[in-house]
């Protein structure tokens, strides 16, 4: 059982009722050894850094009229203008040519003049000596100090090539050091083991890397890690470094996501430069507080910092699971209420329509009803004609058939007229027909008025026709004649066609009437409803309006029925309650006893601050406090102001003495982490002039007294190290020449 669960179990204990936690300590330590969060601290203890020696070879690309470049082989290069500007060995970036270099080019021999960059672009290829170069620096214990008489001489170089060797990632050097650079060896003291980092370079691409352990005489003994590239490169220095140094890689959460921070991010603490000024401690604001932390070296630092990584994740998942959920809720609720309101706007839409408006499906269905109407009268309408044309046709045939009837019936009036005339006289000659003649007609068989043969059988009709006439002629005549009596009464006859046609006509025109009365009952009605629906404009619009509102409104109200059911609530927080309440409660607990463990020290160290600041030249500081949280509050003349709010001059000092008290703070107690090796990079380019410059490194002489560390000072202000530091703590370079 721990301290730290058990003082978690009483945390848990004291919460509200709705949030209280029954929990035995044993179940604590599960959930912590579940969570990663450890249950006992590790006590800091400083293990110091050093640079022994630093080396590195390349070659050159200079002009063949440059001096160093006679006797050299000539090489042809692409006419890179960057190339042209061999010479600039300080990255412009930073450093305190910043400001200059970008309005001027290099000063020195064989630098190419305005426009001979861009003229040498489009002729192509220039021609460059190529001169090798090695170049090894050792710096000692103490303070170091490298400078120039002028800017861009290669004093920048150097600090950013420590870095490379000592984090794994390439510095941001010129294009030239970049090509110039072909192999690197730093020897880095490590508590009591020396180790080589060595490794070939092309245009900044690592190849071909170990870290060695250098014996006593000089000889490497053990390949304790290789690299064949940037990625491999940072992975061994940070396994070789962290554990070396007894530090530990931490967590911080970011946007509710834990990233572990590892040995580069401890680097950048110890690289003091005036273009990072922002935070107090290191490059970045946001691990300003885990790094001061550690390098104060509370025992349960490591642990806070894991478990504050912990707490803020699980209480980002959980929060990110409850707006899910109210977004799901409101999203649920809202979708029902604009429902109704859809609606009841449609309802407004249609009793806003004008009055008198039909409902839309009687109107429908009166219109279906004239439709049927117009097809049935249709029908009925081509069966009119149909019987209409069969009347005209019998009509037709009965006039032609009354016609010819009539025809022959005149004809057997007029034969039988003549047969039967009782001439006097003779039509052509006027003799006179005797009695004698006519009584001799049946006896003699001779006509009374020519005297010719009589047809014997027409004569027995009473039909007086000669022989010699053809017998059809003369068989008609006698029919003719018989039908005539026939329709004088004489006997009945059978049905004549004449009398088939009026029948068929009469039933025609019965069928004809039917028809008639059927349409006309069919017209009334619809003629009737097309009254009942025909509108004006604005009503027939309505209808249409009111139909598609119909639409509109049920949907509508499928929407509300279908949202109308309550969404039985679902925890979908992927965070366990319990986890999330041990986290919380280590977090707090952690707090304390680092908050408690931490403060004393943190009034000790606001003292050292504000003691080196004075002598750093910035006497106008005072009443410094360094808090917890990595902020610092003080007074300026007098008046309260913050680290953000005073000049670059003043943070640089600051930020420097911070440093500096951490180191001293670690060795003093023999509990911080800060491994005692320090960089600073052009410290006068913040309007520092060279008295204070001076100041500031005598001060940093009399702290490396103190307490033991290693400080390397690059600045192009020479006369403070000159006059302060003996020849074998500084590398200079007089005038215009390079410092390598």
Known sequence: MSALAEEIVKVLGRRRKESRLELKVPEVDKVLDDLGIPTSASKGVPVHLRVARVSFSGTKRLDPAHPDAEGFPLGEMGGDPDELLELNLDETAGGEAAAEAKDRQVADQGEPEEGDAEEAESEGPVVRALVPFDFTWEPLDGVNGIGSGSNLRGKSSIVELLLWSVSGRCAVFSVAVRRWIEHVEVDWVVGAETLRVAFDADNGEVSNGAVTVIEEDGSGSTVIATFGDAETFEDAMNSVMLSRLRL????????????????????????????????????????????????????????????????????????????????????????????????????????????????????????????????????????????????????????????????????????????????????????????????????????????????????????????????????????????????????????????????????????????????????????????????????????????????????????????????????????????????????????????????????????EIERLVVNFGADSLSNIKLDGAANMSLRQNGDPTTYGQVTPGEQLRLKIAAVIALIKHGYGEGIGRHPGFLLLDSPAAEEMPDGDLATMVAALLEVAKEAPMQIIVATRSTGPLVELLPEEYRLIAEGDNFVW
């Open 248 to 607: 530990e890689s931490f967590t911080v959460s970011q946007a509710g996501k834990p990233v572990t921070h590892k040995w580069a991010s401890y680097v950048n603490a110890l690289w003091v430069r005036p273009k990072d000024l922002k935070s107090i401690i290191g490059k970045e604001a946001t691990l300003s507080v885990r790094l001061m932390q550690m390098f104060i070296g509370t025992d349960w630092v490591p642990v806070l910092a894991t478990a504050s990584t912990v707490a803020g994740s699980l209480e980002a998942e959980q929060k990110v699971a409850a707006e899910r959920k109210k977004t799901a809720t409101d999203a649920m609720a809202g979708s029902r209420v604009e429902a109704q309101k859809v609606v009841k706007a449609v309802e407004a839409k249609i009793a806003a329509l004008p009055k008198g408006t039909p409902d839309p499906a009687k109107f429908a269905q009166a219109n279906g009803r004239i439709g049927d109407l117009v097809r049935k009268m249709h029908m009925l309408e081509t069966q009119l004609l149909r019987q209409s044309v069969a009347a005209d046709t019998v009509r037709q045939q009965l006039k032609a058939a009354r016609a010819r009837h009539h025809t022959e019936y005149e004809h057997a009036l007029l034969t039988k007229f003549f047969h039967q005339m009782e001439p006097t006289v003779c039509p052509r000659c006027t003799a006179g027909v005797t009695d004698e003649r006519r009584a001799a007609e049946p006896d003699e068989h001779k006509c009374s008025v020519c005297t010719s043969d009589l047809n014997l059988e027409a004569l027995k009709a009473n039909v007086v026709v000669a022989d010699s006439v053809d017998d059809a002629v003369a068989t008609a005549l006698v029919e003719a004649t018989a039908a005539v009596s026939e329709k004088a009464g004489e006997e009945p006859a059978p049905k004549t066609e004449i009398e088939a046609l009026g029948e068929a006509g009469e039933r025609v025109e019965a069928v004809m009437v039917g028809l008639r009365e059927q349409i006309d009952v069919l017209q009334v009605t619809h003629d009737e409803l097309v009254a009942e629906t025909t509108l004006d404009a604005t009503l027939s619009q309505a209808v249409e309006d009111r139909r598609l509102l119909d639409i509109e409104l049920a949907r509508a109200e499928g929407a509300v029925q279908a949202l109308a059911a309550p969404v039985p609530p679902v925890d979908v927080s992927p965070v366990d309650p319990v986890q999330l309440g041990v986290a919380e409660a280590a977090e707090k607990v952690l707090s304390g006893w680092v908050k408690g463990h931490q403060d004393p020290l943190l009034t000790k160290i606001s003292s």
